[in-house]
């Protein structure tokens, strides 16, 4: 019985370390996740910026 709480402990134990030495690769895949949506959205801010300027001109021409 105890060998089995042992081994159930061992497991758990492996499995929380396991977990715990992905975080850097998790977190560094989850900022560069990030990284592209905030460039995506200040893309697409720029053009929809640019298209209203033009389309401002456009209304004054």
């Given at each position: 019985?105890?060998?089995?709480?042992y081994n159930?402990?061992?497991?758990?134990q492996a499995n929380m370390i396991q977990r715990i030495a992905n975080l850097?690769?998790?977190i560094?895949?989850?900022q560069m996740v990030t990284?592209?949506?905030i460039m995506?959205?200040?893309i697409e801010?720029?053009?929809q910026g640019s298209a209203n300027k033009e389309n401002g001109l456009d209304i004054l021409a």
């Open positions: 019985m105890q060998i089995n709480s159930q402990m061992t497991n758990s850097p690769k998790e560094f895949q989850a990284s592209e949506k995506k959205l200040a801010q720029n053009i």
